[in-house]
């Protein structure tokens, strides 16, 4: 059975050189394109790749982004970046890549890019996953969510707050609201920036809070810009809060 590959570039022209290098090869099969890493989060879903040969600079969402999100598939595939900048590569491999290429590419180079690749199985790149999460801080600029079968993407400066429930999490935003089954400890890593935890199933936008109320119970609640919603701050945490709020 062949490998499948996407292949993820903004340029037509770049698209068809890698295609044809790739033709070279039996074992290995071009399964679908995509102009920029929004089509490539969509794209994997759809047609579940092995391996993601992926530029870094397009306009939208970039290679960095897009393979962020991958990496938080149930089963991953492999990315390698290929791209014309070399000062992308630190944090292209924070990304967990798997790969990074230097444009123009080579054949003998992509060949030795895609059986590094191959050989490592699923599981062994789900662990690699793990292992290289630690300490890295995000620059994530999207929330992906599944709706009605289809991938909605969410500019994080939208998502007023990040609501959990057991295995999954609300992500209330100006348009609504959706179910993602990221984990709220991992979002609080990645945002770090720009979210802050008032209770153990939420994080709030810190640019959303207002100021601090009581409820007609006398518990902490947190106010926030444009929306009425009422979240209670738990008192672990409401030290933190209320120097946040002071400190505006």
Same mark, same amino acid.
């Given at each position: 059975?062949?490998?499948?590959?996407?292949?993820?570039?903004?340029?037509?022209?770049?698209?068809?050189?890698?295609?044809?290098?790739?033709?070279?090869?039996?074992?290995?099969?071009?399964?679908?394109?995509?102009?920029?890493?929004?089509?490539?989060?969509?794209?994997?879903?759809?047609?579940?790749?092995?391996?993601?040969?992926?530029?870094?600079?397009?306009?939208?969402?970039?290679?960095?982004?897009?393979?962020?999100?991958?990496?938080?598939?149930?089963?991953?595939?492999?990315?390698?970046?290929?791209?014309?900048?070399?000062?992308?590569?630190?944090?292209?491999?924070?990304?967990?890549?798997?790969?990074?290429?230097?444009?123009?590419?080579?054949?003998?180079?992509?060949?030795?890019?895609?059986?590094?690749?191959?050989?490592?199985?699923?599981?062994?790149?789900?662990?690699?996953?793990?292992?290289?999460?630690?300490?890295?801080?995000?620059?994530?600029?999207?929330?992906?969510?599944?709706?009605?079968?289809?991938?909605?993407?969410?500019?994080?400066?939208?998502?007023?707050?990040?609501?959990?429930?057991?295995?999954?999490?609300?992500?209330?935003?100006?348009?609504?609201?959706?179910?993602?089954?990221?984990? /709220?400890?991992? /979002?609080?890593?990645?945002?770090?920036?720009?979210?802050?935890?008032?209770?153990?199933?939420?994080?709030?936008?810190?640019?959303?809070?207002?100021?601090?109320?009581?409820?007609?119970?006398?518990?902490?609640?947190?106010?926030?810009?444009?929306?009425?919603?009422?979240?209670?701050?738990?008192?672990?945490?409401?030290?933190?809060?209320?120097?946040?709020?002071?400190?505006?």
């Amino acid at each position: 059975m062949s490998i499948k590959i996407l292949v993820v570039d903004d340029e037509e022209y770049a698209r068809e050189r890698i295609k044809g290098l790739i033709d070279r090869y039996a074992d290995y099969d071009v399964c679908a394109e995509a102009e920029n890493g929004a089509e490539a989060v969509v794209m994997v879903e759809r047609f579940q790749p092995d391996i993601v040969l992926m530029d870094i600079t397009m306009p939208g969402m970039d290679g960095l982004e897009a393979a962020r999100h991958i990496a938080t598939m149930e089963m991953p595939p492999a990315v390698i970046f290929t791209t014309a900048y070399g000062e992308y590569a630190l944090e292209a491999f924070s990304t967990k890549a798997t790969g990074y290429l230097m444009k123009p590419i080579r054949q003998e180079q992509l060949l030795q890019s895609l059986e590094q690749a191959r050989s490592l199985n699923r599981a062994q790149r789900l662990e690699m996953l793990e292992q290289r999460t630690g300490g890295q801080r995000s620059s994530r600029k999207h929330i992906c969510a599944r709706m009605r079968g289809n991938l909605e993407l969410i500019p994080i400066e939208d998502v007023v707050y990040f609501q959990a429930d057991q295995k999954y999490v609300t992500v209330r935003h100006n348009g609504g609201e959706v179910i993602i089954e990221e984990s /709220l400890k991992s /979002l609080e890593t990645d945002l770090a920036d720009r979210f802050i935890r008032i209770h153990r199933n939420a994080l709030v936008a810190k640019s959303r809070i207002t100021g601090l109320t009581k409820s007609d119970v006398g518990r902490t609640q947190i106010t926030l810009d444009k929306v009425r919603d009422q979240l209670e701050v738990s008192r672990r945490h409401l030290a933190e809060v209320r120097r946040f709020v002071r400190g505006r």
